[in-house]
């Protein structure tokens, strides 16, 4: 376990933060070399049995572990604790416990391939998986979500079974992309705690890994708890896998909270810190890892898949989708669900965003005089709407979850009954969660939390694009947060299909 840094440097900077790690018992935890896996155990057990219970169990999704827990606990578990706190389920996740233990077996040989390095894959599979969802009504079978999660098993084992480092959590993972983006809103980050320390360090473990050489590990009575080795050195703990450098780490962007760093940095000079949710959204540095946010068009397009794609996954569930539905099956005289949805995720996706993005970034050009072309100034923009989506996200989810969380009480003594064991009498199929006019006027909060924070970091970027008349600019991006805002209100208040009361739709 790490100790505590003596370093008087770094306490004056330490006092104006609060630090996760400095809080006693937790983060003495999480300081602990083994507290990732201790967290990710539970996950993986529970993953089993909500495969096994999907496969095996009932068909009928609010009566199944995989569906209740995937579709309702999950989902509003996340993007709350993202809200609260920060990336700490993949800090927990379980397909990583098995990917580290295949590891020990079979090390990765390839670099993942250089013009694969972006967000490209994983953007489009986070199109394909709400796709889906909504095509094959993942949320009502029990056997495809169990499915699903043994795809993601696969998948990671097979792509970080082949290439090195955390390709498939930075590349590939959807759910991963998702807790990314969501996470430049959390209040906590994984940073430095004193720069200067930085500077003086010469191992720069945090990236390289703690090392040690064979022959001194070879010495009698050297304790190793080596993971891997390479030339000439065996790795004693690794570094940051995601490539992220803690002395150039801006945001969360990136960032698993795996606390890799935390436990490779010889100087005790990382922390899980307090800042100002959002505020890396406001800012243009170069990133480690990363680069300049203005330069990656495949994050922004994260960005805007996360937003607009918040108000799909909602416009699913209300009742006026299958109007859309019919007057596009009878408008394209189409005969099959598929290309009618391909009409909707394109409209909202693609056509809606282009002509919003678009628009105000030509306005900006004509209103606040600013220099920069239309792309880079929509790329630009496209990170103040991640609040609105965020918000929207969490007024989605946080209904399903707090309006059915005493749903897994019943579901599992169901599941434990069928194995012969009865708890607590026979299941308490009443037991839902919270009336859900309690829950809407949370819904409306957040989403007027979203709407001020996207006008908040709109307004940052005018002011810095267009110093001498800001509101100008300003203006055509405020107008596009208000259209998002209103819809993502309207959608919110629409009358729900009764899928959406029974689970998680
Ligand atoms: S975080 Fe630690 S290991 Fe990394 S550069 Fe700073 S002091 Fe060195
Ligand atoms: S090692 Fe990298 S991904 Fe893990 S917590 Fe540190 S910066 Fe984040």
């Not at 105000?360 to 220099?371: D, I, V, Y």
């Not at 920069?372 to 929207?392: E, I, K, T």
Request: proline letters at 6%; aromatic letters at 12%; glycine letters at 8%.
């Amino acid at each position: 376990m790490a100790t505590q840094s003596s370093n008087p440097e770094v306490l004056p900077l330490e006092a104006a933060h609060f630090d996760l790690l400095r809080v006693p018992l937790i983060g003495g935890f999480l300081r602990w070399r083994h507290s990732r896996t201790i967290l990710q155990v539970p996950l993986f057990l529970v993953a089993v049995v909500m495969i096994l219970h999907g496969l095996l169990g009932p068909t009928l999704a609010p009566k199944n572990l995989a569906s209740v827990l995937t579709w309702i606990h999950f989902r509003g578990a996340l993007v709350l604790v993202l809200l609260c706190a920060g990336n700490f389920f993949c800090l927990a996740c379980p397909f990583m416990l098995v990917r580290n233990a295949a590891r020990r077996l079979f090390r990765p040989r390839f670099p993942w391939p250089r013009a694969l390095r972006n967000k490209w894959i994983s953007v489009a599979l986070f199109v394909v998986i709400l796709f889906t969802y909504e095509l094959f009504s993942l949320w009502s079978s029990p056997w495809w979500t169990a499915s699903l999660a043994i795809a993601y098993f696969v998948a990671v084992l097979f792509i970080d079974g082949l290439f090195k480092h955390a390709s498939f959590c930075k590349f590939v993972c959807p759910i991963g992309q998702f807790n990314f983006i969501a996470s430049t809103l959390s209040p906590l980050e994984v940073q430095v705690r004193d720069h200067g320390v930085c500077d003086r360090c010469r191992t720069k473990d945090c990236i390289r890994g703690r090392r040690q050489d064979r022959i001194e590990q070879a010495a009698p009575g050297t304790k190793s708890h080596a993971t891997g080795n390479a030339n000439g050195f065996v790795i004693l703990q690794r570094g940051c896998e995601l490539a992220l450098f803690q002395p150039q780490k801006v945001g969360n962007m990136d960032c698993t909270f795996c606390l890799d760093c935390v436990h490779a940095c010889p100087h005790d000079n990382v922390g899980v810190r307090s800042r100002l949710p959002g505020a890396e959204l406001m800012v243009n540095p170069i990133r480690s890892g990363i680069g300049y946010f203005s330069r990656r068009k495949d994050i922004a397009a994260l960005a805007l898949v996360f937003t607009f794609g918040a108000l799909v996954n909602a416009f699913g569930m209300v009742s006026p989708v299958y109007a859309v539905e019919a007057w596009l099956t009878r408008l394209l005289s189409l005969s099959h669900a598929a290309p009618v949805l391909g009409v909707i995720f394109a409209t909202f996706l693609v056509v809606e965003p282009a002509i919003l993005l678009g628009a105000a970034a030509w306005l900006t050009r004509a209103l606040g005089g600013s220099t920069l072309r239309l792309v880079p100034l929509a790329v630009r923009y496209s990170y103040a709407l991640v609040p609105l989506g965020f918000g929207m996200w969490l007024a989605h989810y946080g209904f399903h979850f707090l309006t059915g969380i005493l749903t897994i009480v019943p579901v599992t003594q169901s599941a434990l009954a069928n194995l012969g064991v009865h708890l607590f009498g026979a299941p308490h199929w009443t037991w839902t969660g919270m009336p859900a006019r309690f829950v809407q006027p949370m819904e409306l909060g957040f989403l007027l939390l979203g709407f001020a924070g996207s006008l908040f970091i709109s307004y940052q970027l005018a002011e810095e694009d267009c110093a001498p008349q800001p509101m100008r600019a300003f203006l055509p991006w405020a107008a596009v947060c208000l259209l998002i805002g209103l819809a993502s209100v309207w959608l919110m208040f629409q009358p729900m299909e009764m899928r959406a009361m029974l689970m998680g739709g």
